[in-house]
């Protein structure tokens, strides 16, 4: 089967609401189209500043709104496949040890940002490989306000 075949196949399933394959939906689909509903998604909200104010991460965002996270959620919520664990081919999770967490796991050293859709924290006991886009750091702002 060709690529174009396969293409004109995926893009049918999605019409009729078949999403088997989210990867190569997401591969097929022009930019800016959503493969869940076919509607073109909004730009994604993005960051304009984060500081680190006491035991919170202080984030205002490209529309005027402000976040306040926690760090010790924002690094137990680390996405990174060490913290996390990671799928195989067959969808069974791996995960190593359980880590242990001391008060320098929940002290920011720094922050680097990745691209134009995320932010990667260093930790003060070292660890630095949890990359959180833009969206999922939104998200867990706003499970943790109030």
């Known amino acids: 089967m060709t690529w174009q075949a396969t293409k004109q196949t995926s893009l049918k399933r999605i019409e009729a609401g078949d999403f088997r394959n989210r990867a190569l939906i997401h591969k097929t689909l022009p930019p800016g189209v959503d493969g869940h509903a076919g509607l073109r998604q909004h730009a994604p909200m993005r960051p304009v500043d984060m500081q680190p104010i006491g035991d919170e991460l202080a984030i205002k965002w490209d ?60 930790w003060a006991d070292g ?20």
């Not at 709104?65 to 913290?83: F, I, K, V």
């Not at 660890?127 to 109030?146: K, M, Q, V």
Request: glycine share 12%; proline share 6%; with cysteine.
């Open 63 to 122: 529309d005027g709104s402000e976040s306040y996270l926690p760090l010790e959620a924002l690094r137990r919520a680390c996405p990174c496949a060490g913290c996390q664990g990671e799928m195989d081919v067959m969808g069974h999770l791996h995960k190593g040890p359980e880590q242990t967490l001391t008060p320098a796991s929940f002290q920011l050293a720094g922050l680097q940002t990745v691209g134009s859709y995320a932010v990667q924290p260093m």
């Open 127 to 146: 660890h630095n490989t949890g990359i959180f886009t833009f969206d999922f750091l939104r998200r867990l702002a706003e499970r943790h306000a109030g």
